[in-house]
């Protein structure tokens, strides 16, 4: 399996993403400010990868951290990992995690503060493999027996600590037998869907066709695609979710040409603090993003450019949302609070969570 985020011998390793598909570098890092500088500048990227990878830079920097600065040195490192990106809300979740785990072990010594942190990084690695896999399991009866499935970005393994959300719903469709293709959008202007998604699907044997994001509608409209996936940066209360920008894009086409349009996130994207869609924040990334292409300057000198992030796509368009813990159905507002509500899933067909091996330290 693709692992983007690891920990390993005393450092957080990062596959480069920004270097995919044409070299595959794994980066070492041993400063908690360098991994948020990896955070801001993608070379991990898709919400639960970033989640996961803010816990282990917190966890590695306190591995360094003055025994008389503790708590300052806590604080001062989750503000870092805070600061990186703004829209998915994982990030802030693991932090918070990463909180909580230090508030129970604070009174009991350096030692093992450090130790409890680093066991929580691991665990929320470890977990969303698990909870991919449960996503998976819950998402694949929805999909055809046979057909084309279209996916916006990357929500695979390398958005997750592996397996991925919409991608680990198609890989577990096709690890239960049903004939499906995918159909991924280029995603401009950081490219994921063509960098990305078709070299992990690639990788898997998973019979993937690129388009461009214009191509979309014309491959709707010839009845070309049979439902679409996507993963999720936030899920409002209310069901709006957000994702990669032109993700609405798609949701629209889709209720045009009456094709079922799917959110597979786990319920670590639902914020409850986030009543709707308006409460999230879109980040805008810098307008070279969009001026260049690999490199090359492609609009006129000095021109004006936007470059939102992430856009939202209302819960009307949506037909279900897949979580780790079940399929919420509209109204969102009370499938998803109930779904929080419920105690993380026991995957359909027995998997349990597994207990981690120590890891190389
Ligand atoms: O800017 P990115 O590449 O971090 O955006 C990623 C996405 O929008 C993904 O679709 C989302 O995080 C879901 S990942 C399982």
Request: a positive charge; aromatic letters at 4%; glycine letters at 8%.
């Amino acid at each position: 399996m693709i692992r983007p985020v690891e920990w390993r011998n005393g450092a957080v390793v990062l596959l480069d993403q920004r270097l995919l598909p044409a070299k595959e570098v794994y980066r070492v890092y041993r400063d908690y400010r360098e991994v948020a500088r990896a955070i801001k500048e993608m070379v991990v990227r898709g919400a639960p990868a970033i989640g996961v990878t803010a816990a282990m830079g917190i966890a590695l920097g306190m591995q360094t951290a003055q025994p008389r600065e503790l708590a300052r040195s806590f604080e001062r490192i989750c503000k870092r990992m805070a600061a990186t990106r703004p829209t998915a809300v994982n990030l802030f979740w693991a932090i918070d995690r990463m909180k909580r785990a230090f508030e129970s072990a604070r009174d009991r010594g350096p030692e093992v503060v450090r130790e409890i942190l680093l066991q929580e990084a691991l665990a929320i690695h470890d977990e969303d493999i698990a909870n991919n896999r449960a996503m998976g399991a819950f998402g694949a009866p929805l999909l055809p027996k046979r057909g084309t499935v279209l996916t916006h970005c990357n929500a695979g393994a390398l958005a997750t600590a592996g397996y991925g959300t919409a991608l680990g719903v198609i890989r577990a469709a096709r690890e239960s037998g049903k004939l499906l293709t995918v159909v991924a959008d280029e995603t401009r202007p950081f490219l994921q869907g063509a960098r990305l998604t078709a070299w992990e699907l690639k990788k898997d044997k998973i019979p993937v066709t690129v388009i461009t994001d214009n191509m979309a509608g014309h491959l709707f409209k010839n009845g070309d695609i049979d439902a679409v996936v996507v993963g999720a940066d936030r899920v409002a209360a209310n069901g709006d979710a957000a994702n990669k920008i032109g993700t609405y894009t798609v949701a629209v086409l889709a209720a045009r040409h009456k094709v079922p349009f799917y959110v597979a996130a786990p319920v670590s994207t639902v914020d409850p603090n986030s009543p709707t869609g308006e409460d999230i924040p879109i980040e805008e990334r810098p307008a070279r993003e969009v001026t260049h292409v690999v490199g090359e300057q492609v609009t006129p000198q000095g021109v004006k450019v936007a470059n939102p992030a992430f856009d939202v796509t209302p819960n009307q368009l949506i037909a279900a949302i897949i979580t780790d813990r079940g399929i919420a159905k509209p109204p969102y507002k009370r499938s998803l609070a109930k779904l929080l509500k419920t105690a993380p899933a026991a995957m359909p067909g027995g998997t349990k969570k597994r207990a981690r091996k120590k890891p190389a330290r």
